[in-house]
């Protein structure tokens, strides 16, 4: 098993950022994937940006330039920090972990991000 605990989300003016954390703790084995996917309401989930335990990272066209995922290994903690914020980011924030042997991977409770005037 493995728990997923999130902070730093909140309501921020357009063109404001936020920084993102998740901490996950448990059965971690040392190759993973961790990631931050979004769901809007009455949209599905979907993938904002993730990081392999080897620092390689994936970004969605909507978040490209504004948007960096970073990771501490030691802490197995991943970070999202989102610059120039627009009111279509808004959405609940969802962290992810993945490994080898928990392909389907598991999930954090979620954070709100507002960005509205």
């Known amino acids: 098993q493995v728990q997923l605990v999130e902070s730093g989300g909140g309501l921020v003016q357009p063109g404001g950022s936020l920084r993102l954390s998740c901490a996950a703790s448990?059965?971690?084995?040392?190759?993973?994937?961790m990631g931050w996917y979004r769901q809007a309401p009455g949209k599905q989930r979907e993938l904002v940006a993730d990081?392999?335990?080897?620092?390689?990272?994936n970004y969605a066209d909507s978040v490209k330039g504004r948007f960096t995922i970073s990771r501490d290994n030691a802490k197995n903690t991943v970070y999202l920090q989102m610059n120039s914020l627009k009111s279509e980011d808004t959405a609940v924030y969802y962290c992810?972990?993945?490994?080898?042997?928990?392909?389907?991977?598991?999930w954090g409770q979620g954070t709100q991000v507002t960005v509205s005037s």
């Open positions: 448990g059965s971690i084995f040392s190759r993973n994937a």
């Open positions: 990081i392999t335990s080897g620092g390689r990272t």
């Open positions: 992810r972990y993945r490994s080898l042997a928990t392909p389907d991977g598991y």
